[in-house]
């Protein structure tokens, strides 16, 4: 069974910091990554895709460790409105069919001002 | 482009009522899905299509039932609501399999 685990939090992080949290998969043929981001009672949106050579979006960082099995998300400089819940999402290669999705439970952030 | 669009926004039912839970899609994704999102937990994989006249199930498919007669179609239907089935409700489509879900509003349902 594929799983995606993440420390469900929640983290509070002053205004202005750094805060980085993982995420493990256990399936090691998970081609595609992803951090989604989910406000308290909407739905979730794609922050960012994972790339094997690490990438950045502004105050944003994923990282993918494929030798560990898992991928990072780096927030600097929080803002405010950076609270949220965040969802580390894997697409593993099960082979045929669409359920190769798997979701995360989230990691609750609040940045506090 | 509206993206993913849910209809109803929330509904009450009672126990053994049914109802259908509307999804719409405009961006010609082949790919659509409905998950279901309990309070503290992640979200887990009702059912799925990958084209029109093609529905799977997913990890939780039990008591819920799906058609997919057009493209961007694809209506989840519950029979006999049971207040197990109390949660969020969220459609999400893609274009590929391995790609980006955008998902929609969600559907509040409580079953009392």
């Known amino acids: 069974r594929k799983e995606v685990e993440q420390d469900p939090g929640p983290f509070n992080v002053p205004e202005g910091a750094t805060v980085a949290f993982n995420c493990t998969y256990s399936?090691?043929?998970?081609?595609?990554f992803f951090w989604y981001r989910q406000d308290c009672r909407k739905e979730p949106k794609l922050l960012m895709s994972?790339?094997?050579s690490g990438n950045e979006d502004g105050r944003f960082t994923a990282q993918l460790n494929r030798a560990s099995q898992y991928i990072s998300l780096l927030i600097r400089d929080s803002k405010l409105s950076d609270s949220a819940t965040y969802l580390c999402v894997v697409n593993g290669d099960s082979g045929g069919g669409a359920d190769g999705l798997t979701f995360g439970k989230g990691t609750h952030l609040i940045i506090q001002p | 482009n509206a993206g993913v669009t849910q209809t109803p926004k929330f509904r009450i039912l009672k126990i053994g009522q049914s109802m259908t839970l509307q999804c719409t899609q405009d961006m010609n994704h082949n790919y659509m899905y409905w998950y279901r999102q309990d309070p503290g937990m992640g979200l887990k994989l009702i059912y799925y299509?990958?084209?029109?006249?093609?529905?799977d199930k997913g990890e939780v498919p039990n008591g819920y039932n799906v058609s997919r007669s057009t493209t961007e179609d694809f209506p989840l239907r519950l029979e006999l609501a049971a207040p197990s089935q109390t949660s969020v409700y969220f459609c999400a489509s893609s274009s590929e399999r391995e790609d980006t879900q955008y998902f929609g509003p969600g559907t509040r349902l409580t079953v009392l």
């Open positions: 399936n090691s043929a998970s081609q595609s």
């Open positions: 994972v790339y094997s």
């Open positions: 299509s990958v084209g029109a006249g093609i529905t």
